[in-house]
């Protein structure tokens, strides 16, 4: 089984001062996709520069000619069905066809509140995110929409000419609870996952595995339930947030010891996060290049 190289570039660098050039970059280094987070702010780098998503993917798409691009994740804790499938339409054109839409239920972080309201419960998030996905795939693939639901509503919503991409560009979906699950089985050209988050904290990296591989498992029996084949879905893993992820930017080996273990359970693209020096995602800038541009090769 192939498996595909991409990147995350956090949207912390001013456009003309470096910010370009790691979109440029990642081109040339031959990542599948270049990601980006798309949060109002996001932890610790919530008191520096933070960019918006779409504007950043836009740049980065005249910048661009090859390199695949996308968010991961987008969620409705900031954003509305109707103006986002807007915004998408037009990244779609302006990237001639190269956008992928990460989405996901949301969290409790920053973006949870910055509009003013109280953070949605869990039973909330997977409510409205039962109801923005379907209602996002509408509007990204009929001319007019109208819908009223419990959360999210359009009313002869206009998208012409809608997407280069056909029927609509690809949507990647976050989830590992069984509402989630089904919505990537219905709605989702690939499926997202950081492992577990509880044994990301207290875990070891065969406990990871498993998770993830039950993770894998339940996709499979989501996809089976609606008729359809699992194997039609990629499978994405987010990396940093697993147990067995330190020092695996510290050589090529590591790093393709660790991809390798994650191909075998049935990931066919791994997300590297670009380095940036003294946080979470500090790594040797000529490492990260070396792992671009050697390990696919030797993972075959």
């Known amino acids: 089984m192939s498996l595909r190289l991409s990147t995350v570039i956090l949207p912390v660098r001013r456009w003309q001062q470096g910010g370009r050039e ?24 919530r008191d520096g520069p933070w960019f918006g998503a779409v504007p ?57 509140t910055a509009l003013g309201g109280e953070p949605w419960t869990p039973r909330e998030r997977a409510d409205r995110f039962a109801e923005f996905v379907p209602l996002l795939d509408r509007l990204l693939t009929e001319d007019a929409v109208t819908e009223h639901g419990a959360h999210y509503s359009a009313d002869e919503a206009r998208n012409i000419p809608g997407c280069v991409q056909r029927p609509r560009l690809p949507f990647a979906v976050a989830a590992t609870g069984p509402r989630g699950m089904r919505l990537a089985a219905r709605h989702g050209q690939a499926w997202v996952t950081t492992g577990d988050p509880k044994v990301f904290e207290s875990g ?28 039609e879905l990629d ?58 541009t050697e390990a696919p090769a030797q993972l075959g």
């Open 56 to 112: 950043t993917l836009t740049a980065a798409a005249a910048a661009t000619s090859r390199l695949r691009l996308g968010t991961l994740v987008t969620s409705p804790n900031f954003r509305h069905p109707v103006t986002l499938a807007k915004e998408l339409i037009s990244l779609d054109d302006i990237s001639d066809g190269r956008i992928t839409l990460g989405i996901g239920a949301g969290g409790t972080g920053f973006d949870a």
């Open 22 to 45: 790691q979109w440029v970059r990642a081109e040339e280094l031959g990542f599948h996709t270049a990601y980006t987070y798309d949060h109002l702010s996001w932890r610790t780098f």
């Open 204 to 231: 070891t990296p065969e406990e990871s595995r498993a998770a993830i591989g039950g993770q894998i498992e339940r996709l499979g029996e989501a996809c089976a339930a609606v008729g359809r084949d699992s194997a």
């Open 235 to 292: 499978r994405i893993l987010l990396t940093g947030f697993t147990p067995d992820w330190a020092h695996r930017l510290e050589s090529v080996d590591a790093f393709v010891d660790f991809a390798g273990r994650h191909r075998e359970l049935g990931i066919t693209e791994i997300a590297v996060h670009a380095p940036i020096p003294d946080t979470d995602f500090a790594a040797d800038q000529k490492t990260f290049e070396r792992i671009a």
